[in-house]
């Protein structure tokens, strides 16, 4: 069984960067994953915001982050980051870590699994 936690959430103000990893202990050490990032604000469903390939590229992201969020991988660490720069206050969500379950990569989250708990990425104006 995979546990994935997220860190690196916080407050910041317009404009900020933030920078999440994504943690991953269980399971088998050496099999890699395409690992997806998702985010869900309040009242809003899960959706979609990057992938990367278990090889470390290529990397895919939503429209609404793409030029602004980078996605990189530690395999040795078993940690997954995601890099956001130019948050606006439409960043604002609970982020969330995932493996992915198909062998090609996908924006659906019914497609991955072993979520994490999520950490909350506030976006001030």
């Known amino acids: 069984q995979i546990q994935l936690i997220e860190s690196g959430g916080g407050l910041v103000q317009a404009g900020d960067s933030l920078r999440l990893s994504c943690a991953a202990s269980?399971?088998?050490?050496?099999?890699?994953?395409?690992m997806g990032w998702f985010r869900q604000a309040p009242g809003k469903e899960r959706e979609f915001v990057g992938a990367i390939h278990r090889d470390g590229e290529p990397t895919i992201f939503a429209d609404s982050v793409k030029g602004r969020f980078t996605i990189s991988r530690d395999d040795a660490k078993r940690t997954v980051n995601l890099q956001m720069n130019t948050l606006t206050p439409e960043d604002t969500a609970v982020y969330f870590c995932a493996v992915g379950l198909r062998a090609f990569m996908t924006m659906t989250p019914t497609d991955y699994g072993f979520w994490g708990r999520g950490t909350q990425v506030t976006v001030s104006s």
């Open positions: 269980g399971g088998r050490p050496r099999q890699t994953y395409n």
